[in-house]
């Protein structure tokens, strides 16, 4: 490896490693997107994803697009099912009824969509979650529409509140595309299962680790570097020789 092309990736290093820290180390704050360009289906439900759930709902950050009822389901399960008509009949009545209100309907299939189910601790399918005033509230009454749509429109006030898990991070947005990346390949991802909670854990040993291995890199890589100089330049003397 040469001295301009070693260089090179020590930069390249650093710049790597500056971006983690910071991702790191950064507020959970989430940029706000226009609600416009959600997506949609006929039944007036906005169908949620792990890439834009945060975005959209903003349920940890600020809550500034509306009241949000959310469906987590899977496609196999039976009360889901069962409850997907109603479901979009509640969509189509709040927006026709109730526009004023700013209540959103949504549903996010959680077997597409891991992270989202790992944040909320999703286990049991349909789980009704209603995010409004910056809380957050089980649904936990009958699946009909009258009461799901008094529960929505004012009733959610008389429930218990829970705590909102936080927004992922920065860095947890880079591992979410790196697990993407690498696929179901279950060592990678055990791998970086460990990697990730060394990160939230311990982030002062995580970024010891880090610098401590771009230190050796770097020694070693001028070791063989030299080591790679002194060879060329023995093979010139002997050429030479010849």
């Not at 930069?11 to 991702?23: K, T």
């Not at 209100?101 to 949504?106: F, H, M, P, Q, V």
């Not at 890199?217 to 050429?239: D, M, Y």
Request: net charge positive; glycine share 8%.
């Amino acid at each position: 490896m040469g001295l301009q092309s070693f260089s090179s990736f020590t930069v390249i290093y650093l710049f790597i490693l500056g971006l983690i820290c910071s991702a790191t180390n950064a507020n959970d704050n989430v940029i706000n997107i226009k609600t416009g360009n959600k997506k949609v289906d006929i039944a007036n439900v906005v169908v949620l994803t792990d890439s834009d759930f945060e975005d959209l709902t903003q349920s940890s950050t600020g809550q500034t697009t509306g009241k949000w009822f959310v469906k987590f389901y899977a496609p196999w399960c039976g009360h889901c099912k069962r409850l997907a008509p109603v479901w979009e009949d509640l969509g189509n009545k709040l927006r026709k009824d109730h526009e004023d209100l700013g209540i959103n309907i949504a549903k996010i299939d959680l077997t597409e969509n891991k992270e989202i189910q790992k944040r909320f601790d999703i286990k049991g399918y349909p789980t009704l979650l209603f995010f409004a005033d910056r809380k957050m509230y089980k649904y936990k009454q009958k699946r009909d529409l009258e009461t799901m749509i008094e529960f929505a429109t004012g009733g959610y006030k008389d429930s218990d509140t829970e705590p909102i898990p936080g927004a992922p991070s920065g860095f947890d947005a880079i591992m979410f595309e790196v697990r993407k990346a690498v696929g179901a390949n279950p060592i990678v991802q055990d791998f970086i299962d460990d990697f990730k909670h060394i990160i939230d854990l311990r982030k002062n040993a995580a970024a010891a680790l880090l610098i401590l291995g771009f230190v050796f890199g770097l020694i070693f890589g001028a070791i063989f570097s030299s080591c790679g100089k002194s060879r060329k330049s023995e093979r010139a003397q002997k050429s030479k020789k010849e």
